[in-house]
């Protein structure tokens, strides 16, 4: 274990992060977490990542990774969750609004929790806006 620490720390150095190895894992989970202000605030889902996100992404890779694909997912769900809402009036959009609210939430603790961890994670169905 103190071998892949090291090999994280060296990584890190060459890399140019500012961010030690820790850091990088909270700032990369943060981005995925700050989604969770969108059931607080219209557009908080899009707003909390992009904002972690630019404070960040010069700072570290990893962090940057994240950002990016915490941004496109939200982006592709708001888009996802209008189009169930205008699916409401014929009655199949609750269902499937209900059923993205979920796997948002879910995906997005699954997210986070890799990010602690220090891996990378793709999300199911997101459209790739910024690359």
Same mark, same amino acid.
């Given at each position: 274990?103190?071998?892949?620490?090291?090999?994280?720390?060296?990584?890190?150095?060459?890399?140019?992060?500012? #961010?030690?190895?820790?850091?990088?894992?909270?700032?990369?989970?943060?981005?995925?977490?700050?989604?969770?202000?969108?059931?607080?605030?219209? %557009?908080?889902?899009?707003?909390?990542?992009?904002?972690?996100?630019?404070?960040?992404?010069?700072?570290?890779?990893?962090?940057?990774?994240?950002?990016?694909?915490? %941004?496109?997912?939200?982006?592709?769900?708001?888009?996802?969750?209008?189009?169930?809402?205008? #699916?409401?009036?014929?009655?199949?959009? %609750?269902?499937?609004?209900?059923? %993205? #609210?979920?796997?948002?939430?879910?995906?997005?603790?699954?997210?986070?929790?890799?990010?602690?961890?220090?891996?990378?994670?793709?999300?199911? #169905?997101?459209?790739?806006?910024?690359?």
């Amino acid at each position: 274990m103190e071998q892949l620490s090291d090999f994280r720390e060296q990584e890190r150095k060459e890399s140019g992060s500012d #961010l030690s190895s820790s850091d990088e894992r909270t700032w990369g989970m943060l981005c995925h977490l700050a989604a969770f202000a969108g059931y607080f605030i219209p %557009l908080g889902n899009i707003f909390g990542p992009l904002l972690v996100w630019m404070m960040k992404k010069e700072q570290s890779g990893f962090v940057d990774v994240h950002g990016k694909e915490s %941004l496109n997912f939200q982006i592709s769900m708001t888009i996802y969750v209008i189009v169930a809402s205008i #699916l409401t009036i014929i009655l199949i959009g %609750l269902p499937v609004l209900i059923g %993205l #609210l979920v796997f948002d939430l879910v995906v997005v603790i699954i997210a986070s929790v890799k990010a602690r961890d220090g891996e990378f994670y793709r999300y199911p #169905l997101c459209i790739r806006f910024i690359t």
